[in-house]
């Protein structure tokens, strides 16, 4: 793992965004993993601004998000599917038919577990997963005791999560309680991967998920099975790491290293 520490979440955006940057400008035609919620944000509004601004382009680039509700329409405010049009998809060049969101509304939802597998696998996998953490240490939608060698299927949420994502929801909506999502395999899987987290709120799961034992109890911690995963967090995120002097030393020398011998060795195929 390697963990890199920003002095906020705008530069943790930036140097997020360059590493996507790199890996479309190299492979135009690349697979991206996607994640919603409030962490990739600051990656999307950067990535467009690029595109609008540096013409980077996202016409040969095909995305699978990592997860959807199960149980509201697709064009739901608080679909997934909406979240990505509204927040990304509709402000580049992106063609829909690029992008898939797993379907909440399959006429059965245990089915699309696995076509969204063959799916991803026949658009030659996942080159670049982007990911954030819940505060219960979740990725995707693999709440604490996933199995580590999940796939994609329907979980139930957690308590926590529904309450954490309540906010989004008036008072007497629906709001679901099950989701599909990337299994953790599935997650591992991906050649490359970035996960995104600032706030305090996320410092106790940052802790687990990187200095804590490889627990499905904190699903990110199977991410210390990764080769190739790049932790970006902020200074609050990062505030109760025991090495985290470690870490940036280990960033310093790291930068010295790749300027000096790989300069594009993160790009992940
Ligand atoms: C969203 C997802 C979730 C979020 C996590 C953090 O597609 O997969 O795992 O990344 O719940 O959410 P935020 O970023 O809103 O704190």
Redesign the pocket.
Known sequence: MEVLIFPDAQSLARKSADLVESQIKTFPDSVIGL??????LGLYEELIRRHNEHDLSFAGVKTF???EYVGIPANHPQS?RTFMDDNLFSKINIESSNTQVPDGMADNPLDVGPAYEKMIEEAGGIDLQV?????DG????NEPTSSLGSITRVKTLTKQ?IE??SRFFKPDEFQPKLAI?MGIKTILDARRILLLAHGEN?AEAVKDMIEGPLSAMCPASALQLHQRTTILIDETAASKLRLKGYYKFVGEMQDELVRKHRPSDWISR
């Open positions: 994640a919603t919620g409030s962490t990739p998000n990592l997860d997934y990911l954030g953490v819940g505060t979740h990725i995707g939608f999560t954490d994502n999502t996320k």
